[in-house]
């Protein structure tokens, strides 16, 4: 133990100039029983990865403080006030083994938190998971399998976003190796296979690189370098090609010291070898959403197999290998502050948007803002916005301000007129169009934007400008949801629960909490777990079950209402139902509570958690409007002898229309009916006039 904690040491005294203190401090905290496999790896790729002294000497206190907490604190004591707060930061990430649990997911967004203050902390963090994946082996157990799951959903496309491609590669080597054994072991067999033939043809090629460079008096590094196997991997299934048509398991990379120097080395390579069509790209003059330039090229060499030679600046090179950290690293040097805070723009946006997001939302969007591509947008101006791609104008709109977004009716995209719904594409230049007089967005909005800060925004609107509908349509679902579970709300609501729970939320007022489940901020579900959990602390005795049911009355204004909670309710166009149907409710949001027929077609198109029972208890003077469809022969009747029948029936007719349709009239009826027993006479009477073929009851 201690001979592998001597040699961490000597690697970080070798790495970095210590002071006295700093090498006290480091072999105190070395001293104790210590994880130091995973500390040694952690911080080899901390020093590759150029990180600082005060981060390394950070994280071994910090391995110190999370078994001897108490001898921690001495040492903390000690720190650089920058050290302190990167200790600070490490204890607040904790380590995240699922994203079901809700506690895991407010894990990753003190994640996100810390990275838009400090990106050296989270770095470490994704140190850290390389490590315990890489020693994974089969057969995995299923919260191994959850973790693998995590660090390809979320860990590998954020090392992307943050442009540290060498590590993406490193976790999804190790993704597809637990993921894809056998597939795995073949192309690590294949490309172990042709090593020796690799390995010549790069020599061969670098030498007459390096002649090249030496022509044009041209200073230059050459690194060279074959594919991983998961790259290959995700070329083989995402693009459906053969090994054989991979064409960059060869790779060169010659960096040199400016931009025109990049261009001249292109232009005399190939003059050399010979070029594949279509794989020439200039990442310098186009660089990539985030932020990678180089110049690729495709050519043929000696052995007449494809080999791909990337050239590229020590600038650009830098940040491929380090990302955002680069900006970092050298803003005193190279970089204005202003860079790095446009890098860590999304981020930070990403921590204020899901201060408004439920937990699943936050995660759904997080894997769809992380895992998605990205495409550039520009304003008429020339301001450029990064979107993932399949955003809409919508998107568009809200990333230009709340108010452009709630106001938004259309938009020109390279000056042609286009809804908002309209799905954004690389490049497009847009200009969107308001109308200060619109209601403002529709809840529909939600389901076609993409990105987080549209999300939220949209529900701030609901959550603010229908604060009181909010309200009543939270409470009814939350009484709903403990109904299911066979409790009732009061029973769950005394003083002290209503307290924990909504310091739990950080709210101050127990209609805050309704009007967040009636937006959307957070479920119905999750609340009364809470609520449930507060209350099992005091008590143990069994609630009894009841139903839940919604009973239709009518108040003194004739008004249609839930008799048991007073949430406003209305009927479905869709169907139509009238007194004596089978029905059923559903709580919508905003709108109180919607009856349908309990045999409409729609209902399978519905959240099933927010249907309820329904039940009539309506008064006698109650009236109801249903639609008949009426079919009658022409051979024996004529559309001016068949209307004066209907209207001569002592129905209360609301609404007429006839056609002539081939050898058939057909009619339909809107009438008003106190309840079904009246509209099955109606259809009766309607039955018995001579011509008549069919009388049915029509949905619309």
């Known amino acids: 133990m201690q001979e592998k904690a001597n040699e961490i040491f000597s690697l970080i005294a070798s790495s970095y100039q210590l002071e006295e203190k700093e090498e006290k401090i480091l072999l105190q905290a070395l001293s104790y029983p210590l994880?130091?496999?995973?500390?040694?790896?952690?911080?080899?790729?901390s020093i590759n990865s150029k990180l600082d002294k005060n981060t390394i000497i950070a994280f071994v206190v910090y391995q110190l403080a999370k078994f001897h907490s108490e001898e921690a604190d001495k040492l903390i004591a000690l720190l650089s006030q920058d050290a302190k707060d990167m200790v600070v930061d490490f204890k607040s990430i904790r380590n995240i083994n699922s994203l079901t649990a809700s506690e895991d997911v407010e894990d990753i967004k003190r994640l996100f938190l810390v990275m838009g203050k400090d990106i050296r902390v989270v770095m470490l963090k994704l140190f850290g998971v390389y490590y315990d994946i890489s020693i994974l082996n089969l057969p995995l157990t299923e919260e191994q399998k959850n973790f693998v799951q995590q660090v390809k959903e979320i860990h590998v496309p954020l090392s992307?976003?943050?442009?540290?491609?060498?590590?993406?590669?490193?976790?999804?080597?190790?993704?597809?190796?637990?993921?894809?054994?056998?597939?795995?072991?073949?192309?690590?067999q294949a490309i172990e296979s042709k090593q020796k033939e690799h390995s010549q043809q790069l020599a061969i090629t670098k030498k007459k690189i390096e002649g090249l460079l030496k022509d044009l008096n041209i200073k230059g590094e050459i690194h060279s370098r074959v594919k991983r196997i998961s790259s290959i991997f995700n070329k083989l299934h995402n693009k459906q090609l053969s090994l054989d048509q991979i064409y960059d398991i060869l790779a060169m990379r010659v960096i040199v010291e400016n931009v025109e120097a990049c261009y001249e080395v292109l232009g005399r390579i190939h003059g050399i070898y010979k070029p594949m069509a279509g794989r020439v790209k200039d990442y310098i003059a186009n660089p990539k959403p985030n932020g990678y330039q180089s110049l690729h090229t495709t050519i043929i060499v000696d052995n007449q197999h494809p080999m791909e030679i990337q050239i590229r600046t020590q600038?650009?090179?830098?940040?491929?290998?380090?990302?955002?950290?680069?900006?970092?690293?050298?803003?005193?040097k190279k970089t204005k502050q202003g860079d790095l805070d446009k890098r860590m723009a999304w981020f930070r946006e990403t921590v204020e948007n899901a201060k408004n997001m439920s937990n699943d939302d936050f995660i759904e969007t997080l894997k769809s803002d992380l895992y998605e591509g990205l495409l550039l947008v520009q304003t008429p101006k020339g301001r450029v916005l990064e979107f993932p791609e399949g955003s809409t104008v919508i998107d568009f709109a809200y990333a230009i301000h709340s108010d452009v977004g709630n106001q938004c009716v259309g938009a020109k995209i390279n000056g042609q007129l286009r809804p908002f719904t309209t799905t954004l594409r690389n490049g497009d230049i847009v200009e969107i169009l308001t109308n200060p007089n619109s209601k403002g967005p529709s809840r529909d909005w939600l389901k076609v934007v993409k990105t987080a800060g549209a999300r939220s925004k949209i529900k701030s609107f609901f959550k603010n400008e229908?604060?009181?509908d909010n309200i009543k349509l939270g409470k009814s679902m939350i009484i709903q949801a403990a109904q299911e579970k066979g409790y009732t709300l009061p029973q769950l609501t005394k003083e002290e629960q209503v307290a924990e729970v909504l310091k739990r939320y950080n709210m101050e007022a127990i209609d805050e909490l309704w009007a967040a489940i009636g937006s959307g901020s957070v479920t119905a579900s999750q609340v009364l777990s809470r609520f449930v959990n507060a209350y099992s602390k005091g008590n143990k005795e069994e609630?009894?079950?009841?139903?839940?049911?919604?009973?239709?009355?009518?108040?003194?204004?004739?008004?249609?209402?839930?008799?048991?909670?007073?949430?406003m309710v209305r009927f479905a166009g869709c169907c139509s139902p009238i007194e004596g149907d089978d029905i059923i409710g559903y709580i919508s949001r905003g709108r109180g509570v919607t009856i349908h027929r309990l045999n409409c077609q729609n209902i399978q198109y519905l959240e099933k958690e927010r249907l309820v029972d329904a039940k009539w208890q309506m008064k006698e003077n109650a009236k109801f409007t249903a639609i008949i469809k009426v079919i009658a022969s022409k051979r024996e009747s004529n559309l001016g002898k068949l209307t004066s029948?209907?209207?001569?029936?002592?129905?209360?007719?609301?609404?007429?229309?006839?056609?002539d349709v081939d050898d058939n009239l057909i009619c339909t009826l809107i009438i008003d009916v106190k309840n079904k027993d009246e509209l099955e006479s109606a259809i009766n009477s309607l039955r018995s006039i001579k011509g008549v073929t069919s009388v049915y009851r029509s949905e619309r």
């Open 315 to 332: 600038e650009m090179h830098r940040e491929s290998e380090y990302g955002v950290y680069s900006h970092w690293l050298y803003k005193e």
């Open 35 to 45: 994880d130091f496999s995973r500390i040694g790896k952690m911080i080899e790729l």
């Open 160 to 188: 992307e976003r943050l442009g540290l491609d060498s590590l993406k590669q490193a976790m999804n080597d190790n993704v597809v190796r637990l993921e894809y054994p056998e597939e795995y072991e073949r192309l690590k």
């Open 466 to 468: 229908l604060k009181e």
């Open 645 to 659: 029948l209907i209207t001569s029936l002592k129905i209360s007719i609301r609404g007429f229309e006839a056609k």
């Open 543 to 567: 609630l009894p079950k009841i139903s839940s049911v919604v009973h239709l009355k009518r108040d003194k204004e004739g008004v249609l209402i839930d008799g048991d909670s007073g949430m």
